[in-house]
């Protein structure tokens, strides 16, 4: 099945952008700039979890243009903003991943650097990666149970999950949180997640997905799955808690609203076009490597000071 997002995707590869350097004139304030620059490394992933935006694609095999990643993250060092994530597709796949983590703290102790990951190959990273780079790590399972979690993902790699959880634990100057994306075909396993994390002491969250897909299970039967654990276990918001859906003011009038709630970020695709969220394709901006910095850093900006995305 092919959701919203992914439609998004498909549409806009071989299309050609609006070129942005008129409108962006004159635009040269940070403030309202998105509080983190989400890094997409590689468009792959060995897993094929079936609500997937599909960000990782098994037939594609890309990986982010270096140089311009990196003039991406400058820009936006520059503009003050330091929280940095890697995401995918599966970001640890990319074979260049660890010199990346390791060179971004290089450039700048005080950037916060999450990853976000299927968990299937943190058994390998070195202990440089995990001790020095990586502030935060959000580990997506979304099944405890082989045989669910192999539905689920397609791939059975549960077995290897569980080590790299093993391994990072070692580790406690990151803080590791788990993505649990909710169906109607896992939630009731909620329980056992807590059950199971809190001996790790790592915070749950629950996500419910984005997009349309027919074993969606309502926002409000989530609420109400949690709560009842909740109440059972007798755990707070720290322990688990279901990711509110966030809007900002400037998505108010958005007809992607009933399926979004992603709150507000930047995205740098793979392909080296820039998203304010996965929806509005109409928005998506391509970069160059050949733009100077300046125009870079405009582009970075755009639009995330506006007051409505419809402004621009
Ligand atoms: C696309 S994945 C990429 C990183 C990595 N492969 C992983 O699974 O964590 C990023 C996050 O988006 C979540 N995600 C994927 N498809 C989603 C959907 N349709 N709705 C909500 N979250 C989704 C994943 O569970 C994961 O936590
Ligand atoms: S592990 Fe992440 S990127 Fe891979 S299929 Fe699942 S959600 Fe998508």
Redesign the pocket.
Known sequence: MV?LSQLAVIQIKGQKLPEMNNILRGLDSSRNLPGQLRVQLVDF?NEK?Y???N??RQDQHRVINENLMWKIIDASIMLSKFRVGF?????TLNPMFSEYVLKLREKSAGVELTV???GSTLENLSSAVLERGINKL?I?IHSLQRDKYKKITEKDLLDKVSRGLKRVAEFKNIDVFI?M?VGSNNIKEIEDFVRYFSHFGYKINI?D???EDELKAPYGDIKKALEQVKKRLCVDEKIIELKPKIFHSKCEDCSFVPVCGEGEYLRVSVDSVLMPCMYRQDLFQSVHLDDDIDTTIRKVALGYRRVRYDDI
Request: overall charge negative; some cysteine.
């Open positions: 959701s992933c979890c609500f997937c935006h960000e990782g995401t995918g597709g599966e970001p976000t990951t299927n959000n997506s993505n994306l996500l997905i984005l997009g």
